[in-house]
């Protein structure tokens, strides 16, 4: 139904910067928030920025002022864009499109499959 395909993760030293995309694809009718969770294995999935619609964004403060969530409206494209990496933004980053597609008139959650960002210090 909807597909998130996103790509920019790897390996980088700290202080490095990377740049994560997500591409929807699909019968998406309406985009009400799109962005990333990460989660290092033990602990919860925390979010780590979000874009809603009207362009309010949204920010995990231990990423404030590194990381810039941008998104392509035409293209159902957002971007994470992370600067200044740490060696604790080391994690599985998944991308997230929270709205509607196909004939349902009900929001849902779609999760794209998770990049890897591992930050050597």
């Known amino acids: 139904q909807v597909q998130l395909v996103e790509s920019g993760g790897g390996l980088v030293q700290a202080g490095g910067s990377l740049r994560l995309s997500c591409a929807a694809s699909g019968d998406i009718r309406v985009v009400l928030t799109m962005g990333w969770h990460r989660q290092v294995p033990g602990k919860q999935r925390e979010l780590v920025a979000e874009?809603?619609?009207?362009?309010?964004?949204n920010y995990a403060d231990s990423v404030k002022g590194r990381f810039t969530i941008s998104r392509d409206n035409a293209k159902n494209t957002a971007y994470l864009q992370m600067n200044d990496l740490k060696s604790e933004d080391t994690a599985l980053y998944y991308c997230?499109?929270?709205?509607?597609?196909?004939?349902?008139?009900?929001?849902?959650?779609?999760w794209g499959q998770g990049t890897q960002v591992t930050v050597s210090s």
């Open positions: 874009r809603i619609i009207g362009g309010g964004t």
């Open positions: 997230f499109l929270y709205g509607r597609a196909g004939e349902t008139h009900t929001t849902q959650t779609f």
